[in-house]
């Protein structure tokens, strides 16, 4: 008889105060898993199932005593209906093929994602990358992570960096052609990732934090239905949460 493969004992860190990038004016503290630790895809899985996140090598989530506002949210993707706006992206970008790749350096990707930055977060500080911070920033020494590439014929259009869980994929982060607006290339990279969870036969793509006042994270709502994971489980309402935050305490 085999025996069950032994749970991997986590270590957390928390950090102190730090200035919140999502929100002017807040504080923010994160819980990071122990950078020690090598998790293993049932234990990354686990920790997903839980509202964390990779950056890295290192997996974290929000832990703000004050605040509440970022959301984990994920997508059912097989009860998942496309909507008009979907389909007429999906129309738009009928040219587009798309390739899964390794996640290793390629200069085309590197100048796509400078390209990226500089149009999205201009004065940022993801703005001017370095190669090593790149891959540092979208790759892992233990995750199953892949380049998902978008092309139009020979044209490099976006790049969606999933990570692989035991029971959907993980949106790590995309990057498109910032000159090509009438495309919608994100919502197209979505699309598309919720397409390749289906025909794998997994249940969810894992979004990320959804928070109610950053504009720049409003187009998750709009693939429907969306899971919320509020105080320990997963709702498929949108919670208050983020709307009815305490002021930042000015001790921290």
């Known amino acids: 008889m085999t025996k069950p493969p032994r749970r991997q004992q986590l270590g957390f860190f928390l950090t102190p105060p730090h200035r919140c990038g999502y929100i002017p004016g807040r504080n923010a503290v994160t819980v990071f898993v122990d950078p020690r630790l090598r998790p293993t895809l049932a234990t990354y899985s686990l ?74 977060h201009a004065g940022g500080s993801m703005e001017n990358p370095d190669p090593d911070g790149y ?18 014929g020979t044209r490099l259009m976006a790049v969606a960096v999933i990570d692989r869980l035991e029971d959907g994929l993980s949106a790590v982060y995309t990057f498109f052609d910032p000159e090509l607006p009438e495309r919608s290339l994100g919502r197209y990279a979505i699309l598309r990732q919720i397409a390749l969870a289906r025909a794998e036969g997994l249940d969810w793509l894992y ?13 998750k ?8 994971y509020v105080d320990g489980q997963w709702l498929g309402m949108r919670p208050l949460t983020s709307s009815a935050l305490d002021e930042p305490d000015p001790a921290i």
């Not at 891959?135 to 139009?152: D, G, I, K, Y």
């Not at 709502?221 to 919320?228: K, N, S, W």
């Open 47 to 120: 920790l997903s199932q839980h509202g964390f996140r990779r950056s890295g090598d290192h997996v974290y989530r929000p832990k703000c005593p004050e605040c509440a506002a970022c959301v984990p949210v994920r997508i059912p993707v097989r009860d998942f209906e496309a909507r008009r706006m979907h389909r007429r992206t999906l129309r738009r970008n009928e040219d587009i093929s798309i390739s899964i790749r390794e996640p290793v350096f390629q200069q085309e990707h590197f100048r796509l994602y400078e390209r990226y930055l500089a149009a999205r």
């Open 135 to 152: 891959l540092e920033f979208l790759t892992s020494s233990w995750s199953e992570t892949q380049f998902c590439e978008f092309r139009a």
């Open 207 to 219: 979004l990320g934090y959804w928070i109610e006042e950053c504009r720049k994270m409003a187009y």
């Open 221 to 228: 709502t709009e693939f429907e239905p969306l899971e919320y």
